[in-house]
């Protein structure tokens, strides 16, 4: 069964950091590009960051770029984002998210975890 | 950056009816790479549609996408009752990848 599930998200207070990882199984994850997207409560969808298949390239929202940091270890199936100065704006749901197709980076979504809430608050 | 707005904002029907969600985005989707995502309350979203008009593994035949360029449209033939939620678009055709801000579809 194709799964991705996220953990790591918490509580944390402004210009701290945290860690989150997104544990795929079911599919060769070293074949697709993977991303994290993230959704503010009541709000849409927001793309955050995309990492290639084998790590060579990344690519960052705005919002995030300077401050998040995407990575994947192959051999561990795990995909990571680690966020720093985080900032009030950055409350939200976080989900990753799979590429359709292999060796793409910029695709189609076909497989989501079921996302972390990260809620950052004094 | 492309924005999609989407419209309606909400679109209250009944059961049966034919519902048609827009995605009009502010400059042209290269290759038509326009994707519509389903999302029920406290769920992740659904991959529906991908190069505008393919369904995905899984999808009814229902659910159909058209569209090119600047426009798009999500059709849903014959609304069942577990396709009452908020549909998303997302073109993935440009550096960033976005979504327009929803269309919530809700019983009338």
Redo the contacts between chains.
Sequence with gaps: QVQLVESGGGVVQPGRSLRLSCAASGFTFSSYGM?WVRQAPGK????VA?ISYDGSNK?Y??SVKGRFTISRDNSKNTLYLQMNSLRAEDTAVY?CAKD?RWLQL?????I????TMVTVSS | EIVLTQSPGTLSLSLGERATLSCRASQSVSDSYLAWYQQKSGQAPRLLIYGASSRATGIPDRFSGSGSGTDFTLTISRLEPEDFAVYHCQQYGSSPQTFGQGTKVEIK
């Design positions: 991303h849409g969808l927001e793309w995309v690519y929202a705005d989900y359709q910029w695709d189609a979504f076909d989501w975890g079921q996302g």
